[in-house]
C-alpha cells in the first residue's frame, strides 16, 4: 500500500504544506465526543464523511494522500463542548463499529495540523515536510 502523505492547500493564496503525520491515537474518545462538520464539494455517495476527489476552488482544503487515492475534507466546525456523542463511542473510550464501515473522515482523522487545534492532548502530532506555491495547473482542484 502506498504511503499516505498529507497536504493543507490554501487555494486563496496558493500556498501548500506538506506534513508527516507521527505519534499515535491514545483512545481518549475525545474527538468521538466532539461535533466535527466538514465540507466536500464532490462526495463519493452523497456523504460528507467519505471525502471528495475535488474541492470548491477557494479557503483551506486538507488532501489525504495515497497514491492514486486522494480525498479532500474543508474543516467547517470543531466542537468540544457539543452535548451529544458518536453513538458509536464505547465506555472505554473505543470505537465500536468495524473498521471497514467508518467513514472516511474517521478512519483518517486526524489528517492536519488544523484538526488538533481543538484537541491539544491528542496522541498525534504533525512535522511540516514541506511548503510551496502551487502552480496553476496544481491550483487546478476541482
Ligand atoms: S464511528 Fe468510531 S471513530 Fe467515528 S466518531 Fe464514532 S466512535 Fe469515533
Ligand atoms: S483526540 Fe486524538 S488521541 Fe484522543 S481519540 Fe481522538 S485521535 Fe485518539
Redesign the pocket.
Known amino acids: 500500500m502506498s504511503k499516505t502523505r498529507y497536504f493543507d492547500w490554501n487555494l486563496d493564496n496558493g500556498l501548500v504544506i506538506e506534513y508527516a503525520r507521527g505519534g499515535e491515537c491514545k483512545k481518549c474518545g475525545i ?2 465526543g466532539s461535533k466535527i462538520a466538514v465540507t466536500v464539494s464532490d462526495p463519493y455517495g452523497g456523504k460528507p464523511g467519505n471525502g471528495g476527489k475535488t474541492t470548491d476552488g477557494k479557503g483551506l482544503w486538507h488532501e489525504i494522500n495515497r497514491g492514486r487515492w486522494r480525498w479532500f475534507f474543508k474543516l467547517k466546525e470543531i466542537n468540544r463542548d457539543c452535548k451529544t456523542q ?1 453513538g ?2 464505547t465506555d472505554e473510550g473505543l ?3 468495524y473498521r471497514n464501515v ?2 472516511r473522515l ?1 478512519k483518517e482523522w486526524p489528517f492536519s495540523p488544523h484538526c488538533l487545534e481543538k484537541f491539544p492532548s491528542c496522541g498525534y502530532e504533525f512535522a511540516e515536510l514541506n511548503r510551496w506555491k502551487a502552480t496553476e495547473k496544481e491550483m487546478g482542484l476541482k
Open positions: 474527538c468521538c458518536c458509536s463511542l470505537c465500536g463499529k467508518r467513514s474517521c
